[in-house]
């Protein structure tokens, strides 16, 4: 382990393949395929490639709340990426992921496959397919868009900048963790404040910007994510504990955690969804 302090950069940065950094076998410097492997394919139109991060959380909530309103299109079978064993890198995921992250959706419902990549891409995608959750008065649905794609410019500040250095980083290093929750707090403090008032992101209606931001904040802001809650003070941000706690109630949502899950409880994880019965005795699951 080399002493961060005294660290000095090399005129030229070079890839150390064996660094033993808790993400050395997810990330590398250069895109493509590493392996050829094929991807499985279920019966239903939509078929997820995923896990259960929460970017990968993200979109089985959508899906969940779709099959819940009776969306029969929406059924969709959710197979599971390892990215700690390099399966974004298998040929069939670059494929449909050229930027080898996880989610990745294809649509087989029409003549020709379509595969949608980035979180924020698919949720806005499944919204304009089944016109749901995502409003239809103009002045709505462009502040729903700037939620969601504030979301998206947003989280990799939480997640690679302070749950990296906080929870994941093998070093504690003072001011990466320092630089990282100060903006952390100050998204909170964002958040909080335009929730003051509203029950959703969009005043009284429950869209894409709720279902993109909750994995993320939501979870912060309820202490589980990088069992960061004391140490960030989250419960000074009561508007969106109390936001967070509306929608972690929905029977949908806590299905959607469970798909794709690989750690935990065995009773509050679904490692493979092709069919509603895949949940069913599952802690607390209505199907």
């Not at 949908?252 to 798909?259: D, F, L, P, Q, S």
Request: proline share 5%.
């Amino acid at each position: 382990m080399t002493d961060s302090s005294n660290y000095i950069p090399p005129k030229v940065w070079e890839y150390e393949a064996n660094n033993m950094s808790t993400f050395s076998k997810t990330n590398r410097p250069i895109a493509g395929s590493t392996h050829e492997k094929m991807l499985p394919v279920g019966k239903h139109p939509l078929q997820l490639y995923s896990l259960a991060t929460p970017n990968g959380v993200k979109v089985t909530i959508l899906l969940e709340e779709l099959i819940e309103l009776g969306e029969e299109g929406a059924e969709y079978d959710a197979h599971l990426i390892r990215i700690s064993e390099g399966d974004q890198f298998g040929s069939g995921f670059v494929d449909i992921n050229p930027n080898s992250k996880i989610p990745a959706l294809v649509d087989r419902s029409g003549d020709v496959p379509l595969r949608v990549f980035e979180s924020g891409a698919i949720l806005l995608y499944l919204a304009e397919k089944f016109n749901l959750f995502i409003p239809n008065n103009h002045s709505s649905r462009t502040e729903c868009l700037s939620w969601l794609f504030w979301q998206m410019g947003s989280a990799p500040y939480l997640g690679g900048g302070f749950g990296h250095f906080y929870h994941y980083a093998n070093e504690k290093i003072k001011y990466p963790i320092d630089r990282f929750a100060m903006e952390v707090k100050r998204q909170l403090d964002v958040l909080n404040k335009h929730l003051d008032g509203k029950e959703y992101m969009v005043a009284e209606e429950y869209t894409i910007a709720d279902i993109a931001i909750w994995p993320w904040y939501g979870l912060v802001a309820l202490g589980t994510q990088y069992d960061a809650g004391e140490f960030l003070q989250v419960d000074k941000y009561k508007n969106v504990v109390k936001w967070a706690k509306n929608i972690g109630s929905r029977p949908t949502v806590e299905r959607a955690r469970m798909i794709n899950r690989i750690t935990g409880d065995e009773m509050e994880r679904v490692e493979e969804r092709h069919d509603k019965s895949d949940l069913e005795g599952k802690s607390g699951i209505k199907v």
